[in-house]
C-alpha cells in the first residue's frame, strides 16, 4: 500500500473508532489529511465563513498574518498546503495570536503545522501566523475546515493561494471549490409521501404494525426498490430525533451497517454509520448516498436515498444482494445531531432477507421470540394457574370435601395440579432470558432480582409441602402459616416483576395499556377473594347454634351448606373465565409487538 493510502486507511480506522462526541478540545490530529470532522453526515455546500491574508507573496522564512472570520463558528482547522497538490502534507508552521482561542496542532513530521480551536465556545474571528518554510513549493493555498454546530461544517474551504516571487501563472482560479463540496451530494425536500402499493410487487417493504400506513404518526415503514446496479432505500416513522435501520449478519447488535436519518432544527440529516458491539453508531464521514431527500410532517420522519448495491472500497457497507437480519430504531437527538439510545426495543425481522430479491411485504417483531415465549409462560403460569390454585384451596376444601379424584380430595388433587403447573411453567420460563442474554442482564433493572427470588420460592413451596405434617398434627398449624406467608409473597412479588417486566425495553408492552390492564387484574382478583370471604363469612353466621338446656338447634344447616356450594361454584365459573380473558388479552399483546 503506498504511503497516502496507509494514511487514509488509518484515519478512516480512527475516526469510526472515535467517539460520536466530536472534538470539542480541538485535539483533531485524527483529521490532518482529510481535516474531515468524525461527525457523519456531508458537508455543507456554500461557505459562509472566509480566509483572508495580509500578503499574497512570500519567501521562506516570511511571517504572513492568516484571519478566518465570519457568522458565529465553535470549531476549526487551518493548514497550508501545496496549491498545485492540495491532497499533500500540510507545509510551513503556524504562531498563535489568542491562546485562549487556538491551539497547535503537529500533522505529519512538520510541528505547528495546523492550528485548531480550543474549546466549543462561540467564536467570530481568528488569527495565527503562518511561517514559511525553507522549502516551501512555489504556490501555497490556506484551507479550512470550520464547525458551526456539531452536523452542521464546511470543509477545506478555500482560501487565498500565496505564491513565491518566481511561481508560474496558476492553472485554477483561487475560487476553485474545495474536494470535498465537489463530491457532495445535494439534499432535495420530498415532495409527497411514500407509496405503498408496489410493496411485495415492486418493492421490497418492511412495515409495523402490519400493513400500515406511512403517513400514520404509529406506522414504521422501511422499503427497499432495486433500480439496475442501485437500490432506492426508503424510511419513514413517528420521530423526533432519528430513525435508523441496520443490515445484520445475526439478531445482535454489532458489526452492522447502519443507515441513520436524524432530524435537527426542521432539517434532516441522512449518513451512513457503523455499529460496533453495543455502543452507539460511529457516524461515517464518507458519503456512499445519493439522491438524498427528506420530509417531516406532523412528527413524522421520513427520508429516501439511493446507494449502490455493491461498494467494494467501502469495506464497512453491505452488499445488498446477500441476506440480512434487518433492525429499525428511533430515538432522541439533541442539539448538534447527537443521537442517544433507542428507550425501545428495536424492531428486528423474524427471519434473514434479500432486499434486492424477491419483493415481499413482511413485518418484524420488537422483542425476540425467547422473550416473548418467557412473558407468555409467566403469564399463564401465574394470572390463571396460580390464581385459580389459589381459590380453590382457600374456599372450596368445604364445597369439595365428599368428592375424590385418583383417592384424594378433589380440591386438593385440582390445587396440586394447578400448582405443579405452574411450577413447570416459571421454570422453563426462568431459563430463557439467561439463553437469550447469554448471562444475567444489568440492564433489566429489579426485574430479574424479583425473578430469581421468585423461583426460589417457587420451588420451595412444593418442597416444603412433601414434608407437611398429618391433618392432627400438633405442628400442622405452622405449616399452614408458612405455606400461606411463602406462596402469598410468591404471588406478590411475581405481580410486581410482571409490572416490570411489561415495560422492559426486550419486551415493552403498550404503554400504558398494560399497567391499567395489570391493575384491573389485580383488582379482579382481590375482589373475588373479598367476595368469596364475605360469602363465607355470611354462611357462618346464617347457622346459627342456640343453646339452651344444653340442647344444640341447627337452623337449615343442609340447605345452608347446599346454597353455599352452589354460590362458590358459580363464582368459580365466573372467576375462570375473567382470568382467561386477562390472559388471552396479554398473550395478544405479546403476539402484536
Same mark, same amino acid.
Given at each position: ?17 472515535? /467517539? ?22 456531508? *458537508?455543507?455546500?456554500? *461557505? ?45 508552521? $503556524? ?89 457532495? &451530494? *445535494? ?36 422499503? %427497499?426498490?432495486?433500480?439496475?446496479? /442501485? ?40 449518513? !451512513? ?7 452507539? *453508531? ?5 458519503? !456512499? ?84 415465549? &418467557? ?19 382457600? %374456599? ?6 365428599? /368428592? ?25 420460563? $426462568? ?40 391433618? &392432627? ?15 402469598? !409473597? ?8 410482571? $409490572? ?24 379482579? &382478583? ?59 388479552? $396479554? ?7
Amino acid at each position: 500500500m503506498e504511503l497516502p493510502g496507509l494514511a487514509f486507511a488509518v484515519w478512516v480506522f480512527i475516526c469510526f473508532c472515535a /467517539s460520536v462526541d466530536g472534538y470539542p478540545n480541538g485535539k483533531v490530529r485524527e483529521a490532518c489529511t482529510s481535516m474531515i470532522p468524525c461527525h457523519g453526515g456531508s *458537508p455543507q455546500l456554500s *461557505p459562509e465563513h472566509t480566509i483572508t491574508v495580509d500578503e499574497t507573496k512570500f519567501k521562506p522564512g516570511d511571517n504572513i498574518e492568516v484571519h478566518l472570520s465570519g457568522p458565529e463558528f465553535e470549531g476549526f482547522f487551518i493548514q497550508a498546503r501545496d496549491a498545485d497538490h492540495l491532497d499533500s502534507p500540510a507545509v510551513g508552521s $503556524f504562531v498563535l495570536a489568542d491562546r485562549r482561542l487556538s491551539q497547535l496542532l503537529t500533522c505529519g513530521r512538520t510541528k505547528n503545522s495546523a492550528v485548531s480551536h480550543t474549546s466549543k465556545a462561540k467564536k467570530k474571528y481568528i488569527k495565527v501566523y503562518w511561517i514559511a518554510p525553507g522549502d516551501a513549493p512555489k504556490r501555497v493555498q490556506f484551507l479550512a475546515t470550520v464547525v458551526k454546530k456539531y452536523r452542521t461544517f464546511w470543509v477545506k474551504i478555500p482560501g487565498p493561494i500565496v505564491s513565491q516571487p518566481n511561481a508560474p501563472t496558476p492553472t485554477t482560479p483561487w475560487g476553485a471549490t474545495s474536494e470535498a463540496v465537489l463530491t457532495s &451530494h *445535494p439534499v432535495s425536500y420530498l415532495s409527497k409521501p411514500f407509496n405503498t402499493s408496489d410493496c411485495g410487487s415492486m418493492k421490497f417493504c418492511i412495515r409495523n404494525p402490519s400493513n400500515c400506513d406511512p403517513e400514520s404518526a404509529s406506522c414504521f415503514f422501511l422499503s %427497499f426498490q432495486q433500480e439496475k446496479s /442501485s437500490v432506492l432505500i426508503e424510511m419513514s416513522g413517528p420521530s423526533e430525533g432519528y430513525l435508523a435501520f441496520a443490515l445484520s449478519h445475526d439478531q445482535w447488535m454489532g458489526g452492522d451497517d447502519v443507515y441513520v436519518c436524524v432530524s435537527e432544527d426542521h432539517h434532516v440529516h441522512v449518513s !451512513t454509520a457503523y455499529l460496533k458491539g453495543r455502543s452507539p *453508531p460511529v457516524l461515517d464521514s464518507e458519503n !456512499t448516498l445519493e439522491d438524498v431527500s427528506w420530509r417531516l410532517v406532523d412528527g413524522v420522519l421520513q427520508c429516501s436515498f439511493r446507494r449502490s448495491t455493491r461498494l467494494p472500497a467501502y469495506k464497512r457497507r453491505f452488499d445488498l444482494d446477500a441476506s440480512y437480519y434487518i433492525f429499525m430504531a428511533d430515538g432522541e437527538a439533541s442539539d448538534g445531531g447527537l443521537i442517544h439510545k433507542h428507550r425501545r426495543q428495536p424492531l428486528i425481522t423474524n427471519g434473514m432477507y434479500n432486499v434486492t430479491g424477491l419483493p415481499q411485504d413482511i413485518g418484524g417483531s420488537r422483542s425476540p421470540r425467547l422473550i416473548k415465549a &418467557h412473558g407468555a409462560l409467566m403469564f399463564v403460569a401465574w394470572v390463571t394457574t396460580v390464581s385459580i390454585g389459589v381459590i380453590v384451596a382457600r %374456599f372450596f376444601k368445604p364445597v369439595w370435601s365428599h /368428592s375424590f379424584l385418583f383417592g384424594k380430595e378433589m380440591w386438593f388433587q385440582v390445587h396440586r395440579m394447578l400448582m405443579l403447573t405452574a411450577v413447570m411453567l416459571t421454570s422453563i420460563s $426462568f431459563v430463557l432470558p439467561f439463553i437469550y442474554r447469554g448471562g444475567w442482564s444489568h440492564q433489566a433493572g429489579f426485574h430479574p432480582y424479583l425473578g430469581c427470588t421468585v423461583m426460589a420460592l417457587t420451588i420451595f413451596q412444593p418442597l416444603m409441602a412433601g414434608f407437611r405434617p398429618s391433618r &392432627h398434627a400438633p405442628r400442622r398449624h405452622l405449616f399452614n402459616w408458612f405455606h400461606w406467608s411463602i406462596g402469598t !409473597t410468591a404471588r406478590i412479588l411475581a405481580v410486581v416483576a410482571m $409490572f416490570l417486566g411489561m415495560d422492559l425495553p426486550a419486551l415493552d408492552l403498550p404503554d400504558p395499556w398494560d399497567t391499567y390492564t395489570m391493575i384491573a387484574f389485580v383488582a379482579w &382478583h382481590v375482589g373475588i377473594d373479598v367476595l368469596l370471604e364475605i360469602h363465607s363469612y355470611c354462611l357462618i353466621r346464617k347457622v346459627e347454634v342456640i343453646e339452651d338446656d344444653r340442647v344444640q338447634i341447627l337452623q337449615s344447616l343442609t340447605s345452608a351448606e347446599a346454597e353455599g356450594r352452589l354460590f362458590k361454584q358459580i363464582v368459580l365459573t365466573i372467576y375462570v373465565c375473567g382470568n382467561i380473558v386477562f390472559l388471552i388479552a $396479554f398473550l395478544a399483546a405479546i403476539n402484536q409487538i
